[in-house]
């Protein structure tokens, strides 16, 4: 019992310090702050979420103390809560009964996907909220922060900066969404495959090719898109929660290219190259994102998938 306890203040600790790394100014600490949640997702996920909790709250009790409240709170939201949340639900099983004997069926993945982007989105808007209550304020203060870095150095600012600026301030708060929707993905995959290394995974590993968002996501993406027209912070939470959404059917478009490139004999090759294209130019994401709403809208998976060979007769 002191074992598992120790295991989780230690967990707390080093997601602490990672967090709070970021005030140095270092470019390794901006990793190390996206990191942040993975000690804690791999105690809940190795350990239990009860261990991840007291990890959390010892974390955000020390950094409340030795730091600064404000910084206690954004821990709280920003880290411990999404990694014990996550951690909990990628552990979640029920006994079902089948014709041979009973199973345990895993929460989807799909699901705890979907759960990723909606805490993507309410860690960003609650950041956003630190800046102002209202979306003009929030606007206005991104654009002096903006101002103040690009006038930094000693040469005046060019002509066309204020209209990178305006355009920087469009898709901030999209572009902070979809960030934290891939990071937080990132952390749940390396805390699975770093309890699964270490013998501590109590559940098998999940067929991640077969990863789909539950069928009314792509309803609440049309509705967030539409109220993204709206004004205020309304349309502000929606441009946040539409892309999440995108970022989310982005991972579902590469689970289902990893589905329909099954049958190719180059297949290795093929997918190199698509990763290397996109960490290179970022924009050919948007096909992947394409390739998942397909998927969602026409299950391209079941019709132009590998089929699988019938049944053996029985005798």
Avoid: Q
């Avoid at 791999?42 to 909790?53: D, E, N, S, T």
């Avoid at 909220?129 to 005046?156: E, F, K, Q, V």
């Avoid at 004004?231 to 959404?245: E, Q």
Wanted: one cysteine or more; glycine letters at 8%; hydrophobic letters at 60%.
């Amino acid at each position: 019992m002191i074992a598992p306890i120790l295991i989780a203040l230690a967990a707390g600790a080093a997601s602490a310090v990672m967090f709070a790394s970021i005030v140095s100014g270092l470019l390794i600490s901006l990793a190390l702050f996206y990191l942040a949640p993975l000690p804690l997702m791999v105690a809940a996920i190795a350990w239990g979420p009860v261990y991840a909790g007291i990890g959390g709250i010892a974390a955000a009790f020390g950094l409340g103390l030795f730091v600064n409240v404000p910084y206690c709170i954004a821990f709280v939201i920003g880290v411990a809560l999404p990694a014990w949340w996550l951690g909990h639900l990628a552990m979640l099983g029920r006994t079902v009964a089948t014709d041979a004997a009973e199973a345990i069926e895993w929460y989807p993945i799909g699901r705890i996907l979907l759960w990723i982007a909606g805490l993507a989105t309410l860690t960003t808007f609650a950041a956003l909220l630190t800046l102002g209550t209202d979306a003009d304020t929030i606007t206005d203060t991104l654009r002096r922060a903006l101002t103040r870095l690009m006038s930094a150095a000693d040469s005046p600012l060019p002509k066309e900066a204020d209209r990178w600026i305006d355009a920087l301030i469009r898709i901030a708060p999209g572009g902070a969404a979809m960030f934290a929707t891939l990071t937080l993905s990132l952390n749940l995959w390396l805390a699975g495959r770093i309890a699964a290394t270490s013998g501590l995974l109590r559940r098998p590993w999940p067929d991640l090719r077969a990863t789909a968002l539950p069928p009314m996501t792509l309803v609440a993406l049309l509705v967030a898109i539409g109220l993204a027209f709206s004004s205020g912070l309304i349309a502000l939470a929606a441009v946040i929660a539409a892309a999440a959404l995108l970022m989310a059917y982005a991972l579902t478009g590469f689970a289902v290219l990893h589905t329909l490139t099954l049958a190719l004999r180059s297949r290795a090759l093929w997918l190199g190259s698509i990763y290397v294209v996109i960490a290179l130019f970022i924009w050919p994401v948007l096909a992947i994102t394409a390739l998942g709403l397909a998927d969602a809208a026409f299950d391209l998976r079941h019709r132009f998938g590998p089929r699988r060979p019938p049944p053996l007769p029985v005798p």
